[in-house]
């Protein structure tokens, strides 16, 4: 991965979902977390596309999967996966009755539809 300092294994999320879709009343896909500072952000098959947003605004290259049961990394920097990594503060996901697609209530009825390819 890319080098240490992006990755803080002390920071927690910034919360359950993603902060930017939230601020806008929208909804997301799958959520990615910071593994820097923390930040919560939706995938880019999610309308916002926050994570990368968050990458490209920040230099943050690292993020780790929200989802429930996952615990792989994504480094845009070096546009690799790995399977495993560092543990991360808690909590290692969304909470597990939150629905995804996300939040409950605002995903559209043809919301695969919508899914960005």
Same mark, same amino acid.
């Given at each position: 991965?890319?080098?240490?300092?992006?990755?803080?294994?002390?920071?927690?999320?910034?919360?359950?979902?993603?902060?930017?879709?939230?601020?806008?009343?929208?909804?997301?896909?799958?959520?990615?977390?910071?593994?820097?500072? +923390?930040?919560?952000?939706?995938?880019?098959?999610?309308? +916002?596309?926050?994570?990368?947003?968050?990458?490209?605004?920040?230099?943050?290259?690292?993020?780790?999967?929200?989802?429930?049961?996952?615990?792989?990394?994504?480094?845009?920097?070096?546009?690799?996966?790995?399977?495993?990594?560092?543990?991360?503060?808690?909590?290692?996901?969304?909470?597990?009755?939150?629905?995804?697609?996300?939040?409950?209530?605002?995903?559209?009825?043809?919301?695969?539809?919508?899914?960005?390819?």
């Amino acid at each position: 991965m890319t080098s240490d300092h992006a990755i803080d294994p002390d920071v927690p999320p910034t919360g359950p979902g993603c902060a930017d879709c939230d601020a806008v009343g929208g909804w997301w896909f799958h959520l990615r977390r910071c593994a820097q500072c +923390g930040h919560i952000g939706c995938c880019d098959s999610s309308p +916002g596309q926050h994570a990368t947003a968050h990458f490209k605004a920040t230099g943050h290259p690292v993020v780790r999967s929200y989802e429930p049961g996952e615990d792989w990394f994504w480094d845009y920097a070096a546009n690799e996966l790995y399977d495993s990594g560092p543990d991360l503060a808690p909590p290692v996901s969304h909470p597990a009755d939150q629905p995804s697609p996300g939040p409950a209530g605002r995903v559209p009825s043809n919301w695969a539809e919508t899914l960005r390819r």
